[in-house]
């Protein structure tokens, strides 16, 4: 009974690449969230997808940063002409319905680095 | 801003003691968590309390909740140092579809 898989665990881009981050949710829950988070600093919303639809996605820079979360397969959350400030641990979680009153599941982040 | 501020940043101790974080947030809620995260790694869930919930207890953890001064503690008991994390509130708005809001955390170490 795997929890919420993200890969890669680290991923290392050179300013202007494209950085493309997966996250499988826990089986079953149809609600992802994905969040940023800088050294020292708490989470920062990002997205909140639920199944090919995109719920709120008001944490999310306009440019370059976008999000799905198709029918089938992981949710993915693509960075554009990454810069250095990009540079991050990005968090993806699941809930099996909407995060209010329900916990949410975490998986172990993918750290970008951009050099 | 809806996000919770926890207090204080950070919090060392010694093994046996027991250690308090507070989190206060600025609006409404349905509900507050609390999460731990170790170094390098995801959150996890530790206890969910309701707005109409004053107290809630989960082994070692104690969490309150007063809603008129807009407040919450983590109180955990009889530290270990396999306590040592951050330690961070959530909230939600009260209304729609929000996601949870984070603090900052506070980091607890707890020394042998």
């Known amino acids: 009974n795997a929890g919420v898989m993200q890969n890669p665990r680290h991923l290392v881009r050179r300013r202007g690449q494209e950085a493309r981050l997966r996250c499988s949710p826990v089986?079953?829950?149809?609600?992802v969230y994905w969040y940023r988070q800088l050294p020292e600093e708490g989470l920062k919303f990002m997205v909140y997808?639920?199944?090919?639809?995109?719920?709120?996605e008001s944490g999310m820079p306009k440019e370059r940063f976008s999000a799905e979360f198709p029918k089938e397969g992981p949710s993915i959350l693509r960075i554009q002409q990454v810069v250095r400030g990009d540079s991050a641990a990005y968090f993806c979680?699941?809930?099996?319905?909407?995060?209010?009153?329900?916990?949410?599941?975490f998986g172990s982040g993918t750290q970008l680095s951009v050099l | 801003s809806q996000q919770g501020e926890e207090d204080p940043q950070a919090l060392s101790i010694q093994e046996g003691e027991n250690a308090t974080m507070n989190c206060s947030y600025k609006t409404s809620i349905n509900n507050l968590q609390w999460y731990r995260q170790n170094s390098g790694r995801g959150l996890v869930h530790l206890i969910l309390i309701r707005s109409n919930e004053r107290e809630k207890h989960s082994g070692r953890l104690r969490v309150t909740l007063d809603t008129s001064k807009k407040s919450s503690s983590l109180l955990i008991t009889a530290s270990r140092a396999a306590d040592t994390a951050s330690y961070f509130c959530?909230?939600?708005?009260?209304?729609?579809?929000?996601?949870?809001?984070f603090g900052k955390g506070t980091r607890l170490s707890v020394i042998a």
């Open positions: 089986k079953g829950h149809s609600h």
């Open positions: 979680a699941s809930s099996p319905r909407i995060a209010t009153n329900e916990k949410l599941f």
């Open positions: 959530a909230t939600d708005f009260n209304s729609g579809n929000t996601p949870l809001v």
């Open positions: 997808l639920q199944k090919e639809n995109i719920i709120d």
